[in-house]
């Protein structure tokens, strides 16, 4: 990462205008209760195939969300003790690099994983913020003061309606969700840094293209950063038309290298976004009007009865029992 990047960063971050995104390579330095590294996703589908065909050896064709499905209508409770215990995060276990990355002022982290890293990071580091972690399976509103922590795709205390499977991708990808569309205008607005993917995620391209994200030929929005080690070159390419400069580095030496030295410079970024969470969530409001038909004052009520009950069940439908994706 040259000068001029590592610049814009501490800039955006000065400002509140930085959001995280993370995926699977962000948790891989964890360890889970049970002691295990926290699997990516080709070792989590080998220890769903032990549950979906025992005594199988596994083969190379079947995707980690085909055997999630196989597993998860044959074997229920196996398959939910699985992922919890291979995704359930010992707070002990976590390095240092983890109190770094939540010790910046991001406006929001979202987070296409399952695993409980995050809340195991409040608990084991003392941070400049309380993290909230909520489900985006639900509409809760973001919370005063706090650092937001969406599951893009849900948490393990939503099984089995975790977006794991190829059908549930399939269901979310076919219409509109207002966490996923509350993503897109942070990245069509914001400096985003994506941490553990290579952003090949179906729901999140169907979203951008719902959005209409990319217009023209000139990209205006803000320079964002794909920070991983490995990435083909046609992807690259293709990020480079999102204005994605692909940092080639591991979570672990992002965050001792890059954000270690950022952290002071970044510090009155906290009272930018401690002053606009205290304000009401304009997109994630208006995400929510767009896909219900009705107007800003439904949607806005429409949320609020949401973050009373904290989930729904299909769009539009308050509901106490946790929800499939609509």
């Given at each position: 990462?040259?000068?001029?990047?590592?610049?814009?960063?501490?800039?955006?971050?000065?400002?509140?205008?930085?959001?995280?995104?993370?995926?699977?390579?962000?948790?891989?330095?964890?360890?889970?209760?049970?002691?295990?590294?926290?699997?990516?996703?080709?070792?989590?589908?080998?220890?769903?195939?032990?549950?979906?065909?025992?005594?199988?050896?596994?083969?190379?064709?079947?995707?980690?969300?085909?055997?999630?499905?196989?597993?998860?209508?044959?074997?229920?409770?196996?398959?939910?003790?699985?992922?919890?215990?291979?995704?359930?995060?010992?707070?002990?276990?976590?390095?240092?690099?983890?109190?770094?990355?939540?010790?910046?002022?991001?406006?929001?982290?979202?987070?296409?994983n399952l695993d409980n890293l995050d809340m195991a990071a409040g608990r084991r580091f003392d941070l400049p913020r309380r993290i909230k972690s909520i489900s985006g399976l639900r509409w809760d509103l973001p919370v005063s003061?706090?650092?937001?922590?969406?599951?893009?795709?849900?948490?393990?205390?939503?099984?089995?309606?975790?977006?794991?499977?190829?059908?549930?991708?399939?269901?979310?990808?076919?219409?509109?969700?207002?966490?996923?569309?509350?993503?897109?205008?942070?990245?069509?607005?914001?400096?985003?840094?994506?941490?553990?993917?290579?952003?090949?995620?179906?729901?999140?391209?169907?979203?951008?293209?719902?959005?209409?994200?990319?217009?023209?030929?000139?990209?205006?929005?803000?320079?964002?950063?794909?920070?991983?080690?490995?990435?083909?070159?046609?992807?690259?390419?293709?990020?480079?038309?999102?204005?994605?400069?692909?940092?080639?580095?591991?979570?672990?030496?992002?965050?001792?290298?890059?954000?270690?030295?950022?952290?002071?410079?970044?510090?009155?970024?906290?009272?930018?976004?401690?002053?606009?969470?205290?304000?009401?969530?304009?997109?994630?409001?208006?995400?929510?009007?767009?896909?219900?038909?009705?107007?800003?004052?439904?949607?806005?009520?429409?949320?609020?009865?949401?973050?009373?009950?904290?989930?729904?069940?299909?769009?539009?439908?308050?509901?106490?029992?946790?929800?499939?994706?609509?």
């Open positions: 990462m040259d000068d001029a990047h590592r610049k814009h960063l501490a800039e955006q971050l000065a400002r509140g205008r930085a959001v995280l995104v993370s995926g699977a390579g962000f948790s891989a330095g964890a360890l889970s209760t049970a002691q295990e590294p926290l699997p990516l996703p080709s070792a989590l589908r080998d220890l769903l195939w032990d549950v979906a065909f025992p005594g199988e050896a596994p083969d190379e064709g079947s995707t980690l969300a085909e055997v999630f499905q196989v597993a998860a209508s044959r074997r229920r409770q196996d398959t939910e003790r699985v992922i919890r215990e291979a995704l359930t995060v010992d707070p002990d276990s976590l390095s240092e690099t983890y109190r770094i990355w939540f010790s910046l002022p991001w406006s929001i982290h979202y987070t296409l003061g706090d650092l937001v922590s969406v599951h893009l795709n849900g948490v393990l205390d939503d099984f089995p309606d975790v977006v794991f499977s190829a059908q549930q991708y399939a269901r979310r990808a076919a219409g509109a969700d207002p966490w996923y569309a509350h993503l897109i205008a942070d990245i069509s607005s914001h400096a985003v840094v994506f941490v553990g993917t290579t952003l090949n995620e179906p729901p999140l391209w169907s979203h951008v293209e719902l959005r209409g994200l990319k217009r023209g030929h000139r990209e205006l929005r803000p320079r964002s950063y794909l920070v991983t080690p490995a990435l083909s070159r046609a992807r690259a390419a293709m990020l480079e038309q999102f204005n994605v400069v692909w940092v080639p580095m591991t979570q672990e030496e992002f965050a001792n290298e890059i954000l270690a030295s950022l952290v002071d410079d970044a510090r009155p970024g906290f009272d930018i976004v401690a002053r606009d969470r205290t304000t009401e969530p304009t997109s994630l409001v208006q995400s929510i009007a767009d896909l219900r038909g009705g107007t800003h004052e439904d949607a806005r009520s429409f949320c609020g009865a949401v973050s009373r009950t904290g989930q729904i069940s299909r769009v539009g439908t308050p509901s106490s029992a946790s929800s499939m994706p609509g």
